[in-house]
């Protein structure tokens, strides 16, 4: 299962099904879930979980695969299809059991893969008893490794608490006098992620963009060359935050205006959701993997480009100048954070599930 971020979701399905559900949390290289999600020690999900933190993946597997024979489950949901996904497949084809495929992978995020794991998904995906999609994108993708009808159902990827982001966000809004417009992006500062993008496009619009500030939060291999490029455009109006904790990101996002995200590839980012749930307008590339309300509504006028300058400088530019249309876009984006959150995701997945039990 993936970590942190599903928290809130977690805690859902335990107050439905108790004990009938165990959450596995298998150390890929360098991450320890444990530690991880270490602060959440008072959490319900934590009493039915087992953490798989052994250093070498031989000794982790073993252990994993012992408490599946000693637990015979019913229904297993595996995030993805890393290899261990091959004896999970055996695993229920023997003991008559099911097996549910989480996946989030698009198009672009899938565009890199070997013809050799693409040949692995096609076998994989032919002993899978259903699915749970990110988003209509992970479905389109999804379906160019399995032609046959399976059951499926399209989940989002929000599975935080809306209601309570949104609660603690108001909470930390200052009383602003300022006119400038910030524009706020976050993330791990990789090429993938595009940052230099937005360093582009407000670097072409000049003195146009005297009322925008982009504040860039998150640390990363890209930074130091992204702090290069704004020092030899001049642009005054960047301000990096550097690593921001969790904490903080709520004072970050509670005193923004817009939400930007440039990515060359993603599968839905949990900023998109944070985000949504503090209520800002969201300008995002069309390769982010998100599709949900707010894009069926707003379309163009939150989609662009990613690797189209002008086309970013003008969604800046058109939304900095217009009051009204960030209050529409923000309005709708919280409302569908409010109503496709943690509890809207843990009532779509039990129902999913039960069909298999």
Known sequence: MPATYRIDLFNVLCKELGHDIKFCFIREPAIEYKKGIGVYEDETFINTSSFYNQKHSLIRSVRFFIDL??????????????????????????????LVIWWAGTEYSEADISP?????????????????????????????????SFPYVILGNNTRDSSEYRRLVKSRAENRTDSE??????????????????LHALSSLGSAAKNIRLLIAGDGPELTGLKTFAKEKQLSNVQ???NVNPEDMIDVYANSDVFIHPSLMDQWPQTYNEAS?????????????????????????????????ASISASMIKLANDREL????????????????????????????????
């Open 69 to 98: 024979l000693m637990d015979r489950p019913e229904v297993i949901v595996n995030g993805g299809m890393p290899p261990r996904t091959l004896f999970l497949c055996a695993y229920t084809k023997i003991f008559r059991k099911k």
């Open 277 to 309: 749930a503090a209520g800002l307008p969201i300008l995002i590339s069309n390769r982010s993997g998100v599709f949900d309300k707010y894009i069926e509504e707003f379309g163009s006028s939150a989609l662009f480009v990613p690797t189209d300058y």
């Open 181 to 198: 417009i910030r524009f706020l992006t976050v993330g791990f500062q990789t090429k993938r992620k595009n940052t230099i993008a937005l």
């Open 326 to 357: 960030r209050l529409s876009m923000g309005a709708k984006a919280l409302e569908n954070a409010l109503k496709y959150d943690a509890n809207y995701a843990g009532e779509t997945y039990l129902r999913f599930i039960h069909e298999f039990i």
């Open 240 to 242: 990096f935050l550097g």
């Open 116 to 148: 050799l794991k693409t040949l692995y998904r096609k076998i994989i995906v032919n002993c899978v008893d259903g699915v749970i999609f990110y988003s209509k994108y992970a479905l389109e993708y999804y379906q160019q490794l399995q032609m046959n």
